[in-house]
């Protein structure tokens, strides 16, 4: 049968159901439990990560949603991550997921790899509790090269709770000229590293807009509603909704995505594998939602279509290797000399071919990596003009 995916295997509990869901898994092209998992291609595995990350195929209602079934969407860049999340929202625009942000359905954060990522305000607690504590580890000796010290630390954390305490927001500039008018040096990356710090410890996080810009809110009081999850259930959510809303993706792309060590990541998996599908992909093993195949042969046509997305999307840094969508020999044009500033990208069928910049409101300066195939050149300007505003 056309626009099937063949060679998954999916695990099969009484009475063919998935336990989460209540719906039954897909029937044609899946490899019973029973036998070992066969194979797909790469270029399968870009078609089905654009339909699980809800790039093509259903959208989600609201970008709550949005962010929410992607668990975490990288948020270094403020409005690139606006755009990321509006076009995974049906109708959605930048104006939209900013309504999230100060309805307080989502925050901006650091929940993960000391990065800033937009995520459900319920799902802040227990990923921060799961994946800093790595990463607070260092901040030690990133502290001690500043020029700072504990005591600063601890300084700057209870001069920022006095600033905020009773629901005020502050912008990032007036929150650095309360913490040194409090007796906290802020100068060169000492500011950032302190608001990072703060942000890792669960003491504030950016929540919602104003003047332009996002505002710092304490945590505790912004997120009314946290989830608690710890331990197993902890890594068992992690993996079940990183390979739902990822996969087919592998236990390096978690492990790489979340910051966590591979013995927790694979804890997660052994975890969560009874709602997994699993696949081979050039011998390497993949999981991902046993649904995704379905969703991919509902879109196919859209899936192997054109998408222009925005710098830092999680299709491109959801991964650790990302050769099934893009060609190794063009990585340094997405981030030119490994600077860690990820440009944004042009996709066609799946592979990434180019990258582009705005150019004025509607429209877009995009290059080729080689050569636009003609319907792909003649599809950029009208997505351009579609872009989330």
């Not at 969703?295 to 859209?302: P, V």
Request: aromatic share 6%.
């Amino acid at each position: 049968m056309a626009g099937t995916t063949t060679g998954m295997r999916v695990p099969r509990p009484p009475g063919g159901r998935n336990r989460r869901r209540g719906i039954r898994y897909p029937v044609f092209g899946v490899v019973p439990a029973c036998q070992a998992p066969g194979m797909i291609s790469p270029h399968e595995v870009a078609l089905l990560r654009l339909v699980a990350q809800r790039i093509a195929g259903p959208r989600a209602a609201t970008a709550a949603e949005a962010v929410r079934q992607l668990t975490a969407a990288q948020g270094q860049d403020y409005r690139g991550a606006l755009v990321s999340v509006a076009l995974r929202t049906r109708g959605g625009t930048r104006a939209g997921v900013e309504a999230a942000l100060d309805a307080g359905d989502v925050v901006r954060s650091w929940p993960m790899r000391g990065t800033l990522h937009l995520v459900a305000a319920e799902d802040l607690g227990w990923l921060r509790e799961l994946c800093c504590p790595r990463v607070l580890g260092g901040f030690g000796k990133r502290r001690e090269r500043l020029g700072l010290t504990d005591a600063d630390a601890e300084r700057a954390g209870e001069v920022a709770v006095a600033a905020l305490r009773g629901g005020r927001r502050l912008g990032r500039a007036a929150l650095l000229r309360t913490l040194a008018e409090g007796g906290v040096s802020t100068e060169g990356q000492r500011g950032y590293h302190l608001l990072a710090y703060l942000g890792h410890t669960g003491t504030l996080c950016l929540g919602p807009t104003g003047d332009g810009e996002q505002l710092f809110v304490l945590t505790d009081e912004w997120i009314r509603a946290p989830r608690r999850l710890e331990g197993d259930a902890a890594l068992r959510e992690l993996a079940l909704r990183f390979f739902a809303s990822h996969g087919p993706a592998t236990v390096a792309d978690l492990a790489r995505w979340s910051g966590l060590t591979l013995t927790a990541v694979r804890r997660g998996l052994a975890l969560a594998r009874d709602e997994l599908a699993e696949t081979d992909v050039d011998g390497v093993r993949h999981h991902l939602d046993p649904a995704t195949p379905d969703l991919l042969a509902g879109c196919r046509e859209e899936a192997s279509g054109v998408f222009l997305l925005p710098g830092f999307d999680e299709f491109v840094l959801g991964y650790a290797d990302r050769g099934a969508v893009l060609d190794a020999a063009f990585a340094d044009r997405i981030v030119p000399g490994g600077n860690g500033m990820f440009r944004a990208t042009v996709v066609s069928d799946g592979r990434i071919v180019g990258t582009w910049r705005r150019a004025g409101r509607g429209a877009v300066d995009a290059e080729a990596f080689t050569a636009f195939d003609d319907d792909v050149a003649a599809m950029i300007p009208k997505l351009a003009a579609a872009l989330p505003g």
